[in-house]
């Protein structure tokens, strides 16, 4: 068969494993095992509930077959198998949005992306980062045909029909000339006990080692073919947690999530009564690089009295939970459950409203570099859950972080209220597009003269919508300053006559600005600035603005509010100002410096400039 072109991506990421420069090539090993135990899993599940195999006698094994004169390495499964599009899918294209993601991000940098490897593992690729060339022969399940992938890393591959008795997976690694260790028996015996000791089916080593045998004075070498057992082949989420250390929990998490660094922290219960389900979840201290992606992958694994059912339903947890990876084990369903059926099982159900739960809580106790590393990665997805998820909204309350007007770094909503006034029970927000630009906003002035602290919501997008859906959290209702009226020193009757005296220059504003503006309002919420312009919370396309932004249409613009500082030394020099020419630039220059405050765009660039040209000509 004629030789097959790598998918360009494929290509890029062969690429970097072949001239890797990472040092812990030892994990294509873990990614292998781990493959074929996935394999086993998903052939054991029609084994027991497909009639058409169960004629055979059949148990689960993986083999690892070491040859030093050979210097390969040979890992076979009797598992699913594949056929033609199988391997074409799985190993000759991107399949995996994760894998997109990682290929993605690869910098043209050996060194840094080596690194990359270690954060997201890429399963069967990795076996290039130690082979001069791979055969990968395997028979599908259920199919006569069989098939050889060969490949030796560089920019092609040939699938070939071969023969081959029983359904399963063989991958032969002929190993670079420096890659001597892993033919070591030690070496290998060393890698699964630490990546794979707790893989459910058992692994089996098989090599030749010399012996001396005769009589002591007669001894003779001799070459013997050894084969042993070299895992416990006992699934770890159904041993007792008093049986498991933490470095148990680590290793396994490493080869259930293909990547080289531990997780943020897990959670390991078994439920009993009405339900009985055993679940095992971690939090990675790194978000899946599809994590915000539209074909992310799910994390967790259904298995019914330890028998894999799938890797792919996307509502054993809420989607905002999308992150968390791990084992559900249900005591309860039938093992022969349709994915239609897993859609509106009861069981199920009750077991993703109580593991969510407990996600949550076991996440509100992280504390330290711990939350903060966590808050990093995921207080976006919490806002989603905060908005979709009002069950547990009180335990996402606890958990989400945001900037502060008055406080260094991230601060909880509980932090905030210790801080607050509890007799009027408000927390206030301002929403931007970033930091800087909302702690420069004139809108804050007012609150920091009057110590008041404002939570900030740098991230538009997601806060603009979530935010105003929280309403209140401990009796504490949330209070946007960009419709409210700003904390001021001055009596009603005080405004009331300070606004009287600014009539005229209000109208002459509107009529100036005209159709730009909504309204112009004599501000009690500006201490330094001259103006600062506002939407009306109240104008039906303002609260349409997130829904544009989801359908990724433009938003029409929305009429703005212009208030201006009445003590400030620009605004009463305006209201005197005779010459028609220079009020008139002035007045748009007062809006459109406003505009630019609150980070928004002035759709007249060239005339801002003239008109600010021609002022300094004046003042100069």
């Given amino acids: 068969m004629a030789k097959r072109q790598y998918q360009t991506e494929i290509g890029q990421l062969l690429h970097l494993m072949t001239h890797s420069l990472y040092s812990n090539k030892e994990i294509f090993v873990r990614e292998l095992v781990s493959n074929a135990s996935d394999a086993i899993d998903k052939f054991n599940y029609f084994y027991l509930t497909d009639e058409k195999f169960k004629a055979e006698e059949w148990i689960g094994k993986i083999s690892v077959t070491i040859d030093k004169e050979d210097n390969s390495i040979t890992i076979s499964d009797n598992g699913i ?6 391997l074409v899918a799985n190993i000759g294209t991107i399949a995996k949005s994760g894998t997109k993601s990682f290929v993605e991000n690869l910098t043209g940098d050996a060194k840094k992306d080596s690194n990359l490897i270690g954060q997201f593992g890429v399963g069967f690729y990795s076996v290039f980062m130690v082979a001069s060339s791979v055969d990968v022969i395997t028979k599908k399940a259920g199919e006569e045909q069989a098939y050889k992938f060969s490949s030796d890393g560089t920019g092609e591959f040939e699938i ?4 081959k008795e029983s359904h399963g997976t063989v991958i032969y690694i002929k190993l670079k000339d420096d890659e001597k260790e892993f033919t070591s028996p030690w070496r290998i015996k060393e890698i699964v006990k630490k990546y794979s000791n707790h893989i459910a089916y058992p692994i089996t080593l098989n090599y030749k080692e010399e012996e001396k045998v005769g009589e002591e004075e007669t001894k003779e070498s001799k070459t013997v073919d050894k084969s042993e057992q070299i895992n416990a082949a006992k699934a770890l989420w159904t041993m007792s947690k008093s049986e498991l250390k933490k470095e148990d929990y680590v290793e396994f998490y490493k080869s259930i999530s293909h990547g080289d660094s531990g997780p943020l922290t897990y959670l390991h219960n078994k439920a009993e009564g009405a339900n009985e389900y055993t679940t095992l979840f971690y939090i990675p201290r790194k978000a899946p690089m599809d994590m915000y992606r539209a074909d992310w992958e799910p994390g967790v694994k259904l298995y019914v009295k330890r028998v894999f059912i799938t890797d792919s339903d996307k509502e054993l947890l809420p989607p905002y939970l999308r992150f968390v990876k791990g084992i559900i084990d249900s005591s309860d369903l039938p093992l022969n459950v349709s ?7 009861r069981i199920l159900a009750n077991i ?5 739960k407990k996600i ?13 590393i966590f808050t990093v990665e995921y207080n976006r997805a919490i806002k989603e859950g905060i908005y979709s998820d009002h069950m547990n909204k009180e335990l996402l309350l606890d958990i989400v972080r945001y900037k502060s007007s008055s406080e260094d770094g991230l601060v909880s909503l509980e932090s905030y209220i210790s801080r607050g006034n509890s ?5 206030y927000y ?3 597009e970033n930091e800087k630009i909302a702690k420069a906003s004139p809108l804050l002035e007012a609150y920091i003269k009057a110590g008041i602290e404002v939570l900030i919501m740098d991230d538009r997008e997601v806060d603009e919508i979530v935010t105003p859906s929280i309403g209140s959290y401990k009796e504490w209702s949330f209070k946007d300053i960009s419709t409210i009226e700003a904390p001021s020193n001055k009596s009603t009757e005080e405004q009331a006559a300070i606004s009287e005296s600014m009539k005229p220059l209000v109208e002459k504003l509107k009529e100036v600005l005209g159709d730009a503006i909504k309204e112009v309002k004599v501000s009690t919420r500006l201490t330094n600035s001259p103006a600062c312009v506002l939407k009306d919370s109240s104008d039906p396309m303002a609260s349409m603005a997130h829904i544009f932004r989801q359908m990724g249409q433009e938003m029409p613009p929305v009429p703005l509010i212009l208030e201006i500082n009445p003590d400030h030394e620009m605004i009463k020099k305006l209201s005197s100002l005779e010459d028609k020419v220079m009020f008139g630039d002035m007045a748009w220059v007062l809006f459109d410096s406003a505009r630019i405050a609150e980070g928004l765009e002035i759709e007249e660039k060239s ?3 003239q008109r600010v040209a021609r002022i300094a000509s004046k003042a100069l």
Avoid: H, W, Y
């Fill in 81 to 86: 198998g594949m056929n033609e599009d199988d």
């Fill in 160 to 163: 070939n029909p071969v023969t």
């Fill in 339 to 345: 994915r239609e059926i897993l859609q509106e099982n």
């Fill in 352 to 356: 993703k409203q109580g593991s969510t």
């Fill in 360 to 372: 949550l809580q076991a996440i509100s106790k992280l504390e330290g570099e711990d939350m903060e």
């Fill in 423 to 427: 007799e009027k029970k408000e927390i």
């Fill in 430 to 432: 301002i929403i931007s």
């Fill in 607 to 609: 005339q801002f400039a």
